[in-house]
């Protein structure tokens, strides 16, 4: 071959190498690799394989489990199997609706694993470990988040703590911390004001349900202002205190039912609804529906709880230091004599039974044998915080106000600043 002819061809070679070079590389086809897997034709196609498929089951109420796992589509086989698995970690007959069941399945429809969600913290995975099914406890790591409110008292306590997008269960936590010294159903004013830090969990970024209230405070209107502040005991429990340090807990509750109104007061001169004249009224008459729960005031033993003329269905409970406490026209007895009852404890329900014009709570405290106005009666309080840990209390209860006052301004005072 001429030299002319060797230099033009190499010459050719250059150009194309560079044009080559230059051209997008969408343009160029790869170069197979000779040690790689086959790609299959679906994929050669543009089109991804088939992925596992997820169903999931609520548990609807009274549902059982087995019957959650056949609405899935497992076989009977395959359900008993999972039963057994869960059998000695899982009280079967303690299931919860809403409680939810996850079935992976393969494209072919093979169960690949059954997930049981108890709760978004709780959930058991069950698998095939070869011919058996083996299952494992998964629990979800809780975050806690201290989270800062305030309000202001419009309607009802429900009402503006569900204007700041919080539920029923925190408002029955606020009042639970007040219940010894403020009667919400007498006492709550429009225009009064509260404030909290109150722990909350989450699981996953999803809300699951309050911690602690850390602190709390409840300004009304004619009162002074209530403080309940969470403090650790010698055992480690968490007890509540006011900004003394004197426990917040006392012998009484102000009254036998949560969220009510009062229709009556303590009179010795009323007049009879049904008898007519003036005749003594010697009890707090709280309206509420019938079969709103009825709660022991106190520690004490059930001295009678049968029908008695005008009262209708009416329960007497014996207390310490000479007290006693009356609940009637009850619907519904849920005590019987010489029962031992704790503070809290539902002993009945509202009704209207005996002398009665509707539903309601006739409620009476007895002191030594004489009756007595239960709002206005000074009952005894728990155990302060011990001296030696008084220092502690108070270091703890200053931060907790300085966080209150840089969180949780009191309503009027954020519409003055």
């Known amino acids: ?150 309000g202001r008292l419009e309607d009802s306590l429900f009402a503006s703590m569900e204007r700041l997008g919080e539920s029923a269960a925190l408002t029955a936590r606020l009042v639970a911390l007040f219940e010894w010294d403020f009667d919400f159903a007498a006492d709550s004013l429009p225009g009064d004001r509260f404030r909290l830090l109150v722990e909350k969990r989450y699981a996953r970024g999803e809300f699951i349900g309050y911690g602690d209230v850390l602190i709390a405070q409840y300004h009304s209107v004619e009162r002074s202002l209530l403080t309940s502040v969470g403090f650790e005991d010698a055992a480690g429990r968490t007890a509540y205190y006011d900004a003394d340090g004197r426990s917040v807990r006392k ?80 619907s519904k007895v849920s005590v019987r004599g010489g029962q031992r009852v704790r503070q809290r404890d539902i002993i009945g329900r509202v009704g209207s039974t005996g002398l009665s014009t509707g539903p309601h709570l006739d409620y009476r405290v007895m002191k030594n044998g004489r009756f007595v106005n239960p709002l206005s009666e000074k009952f005894i309080p728990g155990a302060p915080v011990p001296r030696e840990r008084r220092k502690g209390f108070q270091a703890h209860l200053d931060g907790l106000l300085d966080r209150l006052e840089r969180e949780a301004v009191f309503e009027s005072e954020r519409e003055r600043s």
Not at 25 to 51: K, M, N, Q
Not at 294 to 301: E, I, L, N, P, S
């Open 251 to 330: 012998m009484f509750l102000r009254a036998p039912l949560d969220f009510t109104r009062i229709t009556s007061g303590f009179s010795h001169a009323r007049r009879h609804p049904i008898l007519g004249g003036l005749r003594p009224h010697l009890a707090i008459d709280y309206g509420a529906p019938t079969g709103t729960p009825v709660r022991a005031v106190a520690d004490g033993v059930v001295e009678s709880a049968r029908w008695i003329g005008g009262n209708g269905l009416s329960i007497t409970l014996r207390h310490a230091r000479g007290y006693k406490t009356m609940y009637n026209h009850l």
């Open 1 to 150: 071959m001429r030299p002319g002819t060797v230099l033009a061809l190499v010459a050719l070679l250059v150009v194309g190498i560079a044009v080559l070079a230059s051209l997008p590389t969408e343009w160029l086809d790869p170069v197979p690799d000779p040690t790689a897997d086959p790609v299959p034709e679906t994929a050669r196609a543009g089109s991804a394989p088939s992925a596992f498929s997820v169903t999931e089951t609520v548990l609807e109420p009274r549902e059982t489990l087995e019957r959650a796992l056949l609405r899935s589509g497992l076989t009977r086989a395959d359900a008993a199997a999972v039963l057994a698995t869960l059998r000695g970690k899982v009280d079967l007959r303690r299931l919860r609706p809403g409680e939810r069941v996850r079935v992976e399945r393969t494209p072919d429809e093979r169960v690949v694993s059954v997930t049981h969600r108890r709760s978004p913290v709780i959930e058991y995975e069950i698998r095939h470990d070869g011919d058996e099914w083996i299952s494992r406890l998964v629990e979800t790591p809780v975050e806690v988040r201290v989270a800062a409110l305030a």
